[in-house]
């Protein structure tokens, strides 16, 4: 089946790095994704990776992939009280390609 | 150039009605997206539009249905409203070019009672 998972909350002190994690069940997945959202706002994409790569860097984020384990995760240097939102990661479901199965979010706290 | 925008931002409907919302996708974009956001839940697939017909669809109803114009907006429309249709729906455009970068709108609440 389709699943992919993530833990529900992270807390972290401003100037820390924030390590968010998730898990995902289709192995055949070619892209996968990262989006923050804030409260009452729909989804922003953060940044996204292609099955065949195992990091990818973007200034203040960086995203690594283990295919064999099935993890993905999202790491955030000198986090910021701006970057307190909930993340969702997704991967594109291989036989619907026009369908992403999200997680259910970590919510992120940064604490000043 | 603007992103994706939904109107409206929040509608109040009672049981049994039938609601539409709108979504004009992001400028280069030719296929919308639609998702139910329950809270505290991640967004759900409801279905895909891709030169004006539904190309993929989710497990919803029938009583979720949608159309895409020629100029790629697009609209969701749900009947019969049941209080679990209360949620957040987002909108997301992207480019047929098989990455399937989808960019989110900001949402319509809709609230059923």
């Known amino acids: 089946g389709e699943d992919v998972e993530q833990s529900l909350f992270l807390s972290v002190r401003e100037g820390d790095s924030s390590v968010i994690n998730c898990t995902y069940t289709?192995?055949?997945?070619?892209?996968l994704y990262w989006y923050k959202q804030e409260p009452g706002a729909g989804l922003q994409l953060l940044t996204y990776?292609?099955?065949?790569?195992d990091m990818k860097q973007d200034q203040r984020l960086t995203v690594l992939l283990n295919k064999k384990d099935k993890h993905l995760s999202l790491r955030i240097a000198d986090t910021q009280t701006g970057d307190s939102a909930i993340y969702f990661c997704?991967?594109?479901?291989?036989?619907?390609?026009?369908?992403?199965?999200f997680g259910q979010g970590t919510e992120l706290s940064v604490k000043p | 150039d603007a992103g994706v925008t939904q109107s409206p931002t929040h509608l109040i409907k009672t049981r049994g009605q039938q609601v539409t919302l709108r979504c004009s996708p992001k400028?280069?974009?030719?296929?919308v997206s639609w998702y139910q956001q329950a809270l505290g839940q991640g967004p759900q697939f409801i279905f895909q539009?891709?030169?004006?017909?539904?190309?993929q669809r989710g497990n919803f109803p029938d009583r979720f249905s949608g159309h895409q114009f020629p100029n790629y907006s697009s609209e969701l429309n749900v009947n019969a409203l049941l209080l679990g249709d209360s949620a957040l729906y987002l909108c997301?455009?992207?480019?047929?070019?098989?990455?399937?970068?989808?960019?989110f709108g900001a949402g319509t609440r809709l609230s059923v009672l």
């Open positions: 997301a455009s992207s480019r047929s070019d098989g990455k399937n970068i989808q960019y």
């Open positions: 289709d192995s055949s997945s070619t892209y």
């Open positions: 990776i292609f099955s065949n790569m």
């Open positions: 997704a991967e594109k479901d291989y036989n619907q390609g026009g369908k992403l199965i």
């Open positions: 400028s280069g974009h030719d296929t």
């Open positions: 539009y891709y030169e004006e017909e539904e190309r």
